[in-house]
């Protein structure tokens, strides 16, 4: 396993990233100079895969599942629509608000960086 987001696992809660991965070999890891490109995200914080290897992938590492699409999905909102305000967040103030979100804190990213990077980093547009 090269790393997992989830090291304790409560009862009950679904498996996922290295958890879920068992003795299967996955052909994307973070350590492929391309693996952001291998998948793409939705507003909606569902993941999508662009080949078969990134498909084996969200399946394996599940991905897909409603605990992660949420989280995913937590974490694009502020990007969309202002938490103070509640108003509609410009391409412009989106793609600014990415930009400083997308540095590294104490030589760490943020959670959900490839999400974030994806949908409103400056070569991508957010969505309308």
Same mark, same amino acid.
């Given at each position: ?10 009862? #009950?809660?679904?498996?996922?990233? #290295?958890?879920? %991965? &068992? ?14 490109? %291998?998948?793409?995200? =939705? ?20 991905? #897909? ?7 995913? =999905?937590?974490?694009?909102?502020? $990007? ?11 391409? =412009?103030?989106?793609?600014? $608000? &990415? %930009? ?11 959670? $959900?960086?490839?999400?974030? %990077?994806?949908?409103? #980093? ?7």
């Amino acid at each position: 396993m090269l790393c997992s987001c989830q090291r304790i696992l409560s009862q #009950g809660e679904p498996r996922h990233c #290295g958890n879920s %991965k &068992a003795n299967n070999i996955i052909s994307i890891t973070p350590l492929d100079i391309d693996c952001e490109k %291998k998948f793409k995200y =939705n507003p909606d914080g569902t993941i999508e895969h662009t080949d078969e290897a990134s498909q084996q992938t969200i399946r394996h590492l599940q991905l #897909g599942i409603d605990k992660l699409n949420s989280l995913r =999905n937590k974490a694009i909102e502020p $990007f969309i629509i202002d938490p103070i305000t509640l108003e509609e967040v410009s391409k =412009n103030d989106a793609q600014i $608000f &990415a %930009k400083k979100f997308l540095e590294k804190k104490d030589n760490r990213y943020n959670e $959900f960086y490839t999400t974030i %990077k994806y949908l409103f #980093g400056e070569k991508h547009n957010t969505p309308t």
